[in-house]
């Protein structure tokens, strides 16, 4: 934070607003020293004082803070930033969803293959083989289901009718033909079925 935009800011709406220093400190119940110090850049408004003063100034927090009033196109502005960084955040979010469904499938078939083969060739006991076989099957479905949990949540799928872009039910995905991440799926905006793409923004 800029202490010296901070202090000229509140010194130019003490001023514009016909307070003295002393004026200004008498209404916050402080010291004129403490408003001066302000004014100089050498300390900010703590939390008690920033939300008083934006009453008798009739600004903002964030205005005070950033030592400048924003006009309403500033705030549109900032507002979009803000809507972009989200929009950033979320698609990183996704993009390490997706690598982690790659993860996930690659272990389960690095795990349950030889299981499988294991279980089929070497001599064992039955019961173990059956255990084997079964147990690793129902590691292999949880782990494909928490794939498909991944795959449906992160991103969107783009529809190559009308462009829709949308998430899908759990269902609709589990049960859907796929090629990799294209699934054939009825869009909810257009309701024709086709090959859609994931997309992650
Ligand atoms: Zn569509």
């Not at 408003?35 to 408004?45: F, H, L």
């Not at 076989?133 to 949540?153: D, T």
Request: with cysteine; aromatic share 10%; hydrophobic share 40%.
């Amino acid at each position: 934070m800029d202490y010296e935009k901070i202090g000229n800011f509140i010194a130019e709406e003490r001023k514009a607003k016909k307070l003295t220093q002393a004026k200004l400190a008498e209404k916050l119940s402080v010291s004129e020293k403490t408003v001066s110090k302000w004014e100089n850049g050498r300390g900010i408004p703590d939390t008690e004082n920033l939300p008083k003063l934006c009453e008798i100034f009739d600004i903002s927090i964030n205005e005070i803070l950033n030592g400048e009033r924003f006009s309403s196109e500033d705030y549109k502005i900032k507002a979009e930033e803000k809507l972009l960084e989200l929009q950033r955040q979320k698609t990183e979010g996704d993009k390490r969803l997706l690598n982690m469904e790659i993860v996930i499938g690659v272990i389960c078939l690095t795990f349950y293959l030889p299981i499988l083969l294991l279980a089929a060739y070497l001599d064992m006991p039955v019961w173990l083989k059956i255990t084997l076989i079964v147990g690793g099957f129902i590691v292999f479905i949880v782990a494909k289901l928490f794939a498909i949990r991944i795959e449906q949540k992160a991103g969107y799928y783009l529809c190559e009718k009308c462009n829709h872009k949308y998430v899908p039910k759990f269902n609709q995905v589990l049960w859907s033909m796929h090629v990799n991440r294209t699934r054939y799926m009825k869009c909810p905006n257009c309701k024709k079925r086709s090959w859609q793409k994931k997309v992650v923004k």
